[in-house]
């Protein structure tokens, strides 16, 4: 098997907070706690949970709007944050991403052309016809025409704004895009149309997609694999079809039960309950009533265990001696 395209190891990211405006107290929010997570060619990962348990945080570090604490990003091998990464011109060319209004990661006082050209002549990237020519395959890419680039921003809608920030995170041939819920701001007839248009490119674009979304419906339809993410940790990790048909974690399985279930609303009883799910040997998993930890404490030592092909469970160690001793 080919390496990775993106490997991200032991990354912790932590917050300083002070408790008050003469309090000598200082604080760390613990934001990332370990993570741990490998992307390949091709492939869409989507991470998912709650607000605040630090996925978006995880995409920054990626794109390196986010200084790590500790913990490496490597991309093909080559180390992307730290001593010796890339400057902010050469990750421009790694990674992009398309952002969850589209209308506010605009600039209004700039045409459609404007904002794809300026990229492109910041990064010596051809002549003014050579320019031109790219602005007009990347309209065409995303489904607008060429004649349109010389608009503004409130002259689309938001479906077409939404194809722009897309247009504009392809601009300079990116291997890797993050899409911070690229959806969720649009209305519900037109997410279809962006999911197939973002599933359109990365086929034939070769694109590699990291996922920030906290639409299961979305994730589902588009993910080749799914990270769960609980207060700053992955708790539960495998292909698409293992984390929705057999969510293993008490955090996972509350979340796809949120789902919602159309036969559950027209014929209520019919919905079967989730799957129980058996713990491996000498290990527990944490309980089923999932309680908020404190931002502001370490998580508790624990580790990721396999329990199918690709799909893994953190739990926490119990039984050590038992378990060496066969039992």
């Not at 907070?17 to 107290?25: I, K, N, Q, T």
């Not at 604490?69 to 790694?94: K, L």
């Not at 092909?309 to 001793?325: L, T």
Request: proline share 9%; glycine share 10%; net charge negative.
């Amino acid at each position: 098997m080919s390496a990775p395209l993106l490997e991200i190891d032991d990354l912790h990211v932590h917050f300083p907070m002070r408790g008050g405006f003469l309090s000598r107290d200082r604080r760390v929010v613990h934001a990332v706690s370990g993570v741990s997570l490998t992307l390949n060619e091709g492939e869409c990962l989507s991470i998912v949970g709650e607000s605040g348990c630090g996925k978006s945080t995880t995409a920054l570090t990626v794109m390196g709007l986010q200084e790590p604490t500790s913990g490496a990003v490597r991309f093909r091998g080559q180390p992307i944050t730290g001593p010796g990464a890339p400057g902010r011109m050469a990750r421009a060319r790694i990674a992009q991403m398309v952002f969850q209004d589209p209308y506010a990661s605009l600039n209004p006082r700039q045409t459609v052309y404007q904002s794809l050209a300026g990229p492109l002549r910041l990064h010596g990237r051809g002549s003014r016809a050579e320019i031109d020519a790219r602005v007009a395959e990347i309209m065409r890419h995303v489904g607008l025409t060429p004649e349109q680039a010389g608009r503004y921003p409130h002259e689309f809608s938001g479906g077409q704004r939404q194809r722009i920030g897309i247009a504009r995170a392809l601009i300079l041939d990116p291997e890797l895009i993050v899409l911070d819920e690229p959806v969720s701001a649009l209305d519900v007839s037109i997410r279809a149309q962006i999911i197939n248009l973002l599933l359109d490119l990365q086929e034939r674009l070769s694109l590699s997609y990291i996922m920030i979304s906290h639409d299961l419906g979305v994730v589902e339809h588009m993910s080749d694999r799914v990270a769960v993410m609980y207060f700053g940790q992955i708790v539960e990790i495998g292909p698409w079809d293992a984390i929705f048909a057999k969510p293993t974690h008490p955090y996972t399985r509350k979340l796809i039960s949120t789902i919602p279930d159309p036969d559950a609303i027209l014929h209520k009883g019919a919905a079967e309950a989730l799957p129980k799910a058996e713990p491996p040997p000498g290990y527990a998993f944490y309980p089923q009533n999932i309680e908020r930890p404190d931002i502001y404490t370490p998580p508790e030592p624990s580790e990721l265990i396999e329990i199918g092909a690709g799909h893994f469970v953190r739990c926490q160690p119990v039984g050590a001696r038992a378990m060496m001793a066969g039992v």
